[in-house]
């Protein structure tokens, strides 16, 4: 409290709920400093707002929007090694933090933290789910004497998860003990690495099954698309899917759309999208056919 906290403009981000980087700052009673520009940030500018108030040095990675074109941005093993010179700690907010490399899978790399650890950074913050794939939660890893510092803080009682939330979690993080079978074991890898013509063999399946109820009123067709993988990680990549899709014959938007909401109304809700004038169900995450065909049928 009462120190400066040096964030490059690029990086002052806002996540879902309309929390920002600068109100956390103002509420934890530090003074945010910005460096660079929206588009370049260069290590020298961290140096040069380095001063006897300066109490950390931060990145944000942005994960949940991107910039791009004429862009520069400083290295966390480069502002690690300017932290450690000038003995001001460095600290990396990861959001979606993945613990394995994506690229593997044919997915788009993500920084990972233990990668970060080993450059030097000092604390690490990540989500227990998103790319990580388990309970809803924060995750702080570090230094040992700063993470100790952390555990004083009088709201570190307050923000601490239940016990319901670290059995998940620990029941996630016991997966990665066994790489070799992660993406057939973890939900969410399962579903982002999914093959296109397994999706599509499920959308001709769910054809066959759900034409004669609907075919009065709509033409059904399986159709190639994009998944997109979240707002909150990986925000402009998208994936190749196979999806089902509702055309009404009368041509009408108003018809969609009440089929679109009748459809959310279900005791289990059915989410679709629309565009292009159908209604779209993206099939990658769908593993129940059988329960898809009969809350639609029965609608």
Excluded at 3 to 28: C, H, Y
Excluded at 80 to 108: F, H
Aim: glycine fraction near 10%; proline fraction near 6%; aromatic fraction near 4%.
């Amino acid at each position: 409290p009462g120190k400066e906290v040096v964030v490059s403009r690029g990086e002052l981000v806002e996540i879902g709920g309309a929390f920002r980087i600068p109100d956390v700052m103002r509420q934890a009673g530090c003074q945010l400093v910005e460096v660079g520009t929206t588009n370049r940030t260069h290590l020298k500018d961290y140096r040069q707002a380095i001063n006897e108030q300066t109490g950390l040095l931060m990145k944000v990675h942005t994960s949940n929007y991107s910039i791009q074109g004429f862009t520069a941005a400083v290295d966390e093993a480069e502002l690690a090694q300017l932290g450690a010179e000038q003995g001001v700690p460095t600290a990396t907010d990861l959001g979606s933090g993945s613990l394995i490399d994506m690229a593997q899978y044919g997915l788009p790399a993500e920084p990972m933290p233990q990668r970060l650890l080993a450059a030097g950074v000092d604390l690490v913050t990540f989500s227990g789910d998103k790319l990580l794939g388990g309970p809803q939660a924060g995750i702080i890893v570090g230094k040992k004497v700063l993470i100790a510092r952390l555990q004083q803080h009088p709201l570190k009682r307050a923000l601490r998860v239940g016990k319901l939330t670290l059995a998940a979690l620990e029941a996630t993080l016991r997966l990665y003990l066994q790489p070799e079978k992660l993406a057939e074991q973890l939900p969410t890898l399962r579903l982002l690495t999914r093959p296109q013509q397994e999706m599509q063999q499920a959308a001709e399946r769910l054809l066959a099954a759900l034409a004669p109820r609907f075919t009065a009123d709509f033409e059904l067709r399986a159709e190639p698309c994009w998944s997109q993988i979240g707002s909150g990680s990986l925000p402009v990549d998208r994936l190749p899917s196979y999806a089902l899709t509702f055309t009404p014959r009368d041509g009408r938007g108003a018809t969609l759309e009440a089929l679109a909401e009748r459809w959310r109304r279900l005791p289990q809700p059915v989410i679709g999208r629309l565009g292009d004038g159908r209604l779209w169900l993206d099939l990658r995450c769908l593993e129940q056919e059988g329960a898809l065909i009969d809350a639609l049928s029965a609608s």
